[in-house]
């Protein structure tokens, strides 16, 4: 490389005074509808995935929220009506609420996977993997809460 840097260098700036040195940024539309002409390439769903992470900074949380949400109260006791319940919801993560409608954990689901030994418990109480959550405004946009999820 440094042996060819003396004929290399002044052909490379020749050739940017006579062609034009250009540097061409894709605007965000023009990528998103690159995507979309790729369905030879990509399936739908990685299509509506990646469109869905090049706009995180336009989308405000309050267009993300989900209004009738699927939680579990700390109260509620663990059966097997209850884990069926859980399955068929098909959630990763489910929110769970004290008395007074405060959201205190948020339930990971995989972690309920030997649940037999603790039937008739509070679900609280029992050792499964829990997160607290995370507090974020509803004018964040999604990158933010995004951001802010993966911190805490």
Known sequence: ?????????PMSKAL?????????????????????????????????????????????????MIRNI???RESD??????????????YSRIPVYNDIDEC???????SMIFFGEYKNKRIIDCPFKFVDPVPVSDQN???QALTRMKTH
């Open 1 to 9: 490389m440094i042996i060819l840097f003396p004929i290399g260098y």
């Open 16 to 64: 940017d005074l006579i062609v034009g040195h250009e540097e061409k940024h894709l605007s965000k539309a023009i990528l998103v509808a690159f995507l979309k002409s790729q369905k030879h390439v990509l399936s739908d769903e990685e299509i509506k995935m990646s469109t869905g992470a090049i706009n995180l900074m336009r989308r405000k949380v309050a267009t993300l």
């Open 70 to 72: 699927f939680f579990l």
């Open 77 to 90: 006791k663990l059966s097997e009506m209850l884990v069926q319940k859980i399955k068929q919801k098909g």
């Open 104 to 110: 205190v954990k948020i339930l990971i689901t995989k």
């Open 141 to 143: 946009n999604a990158y």
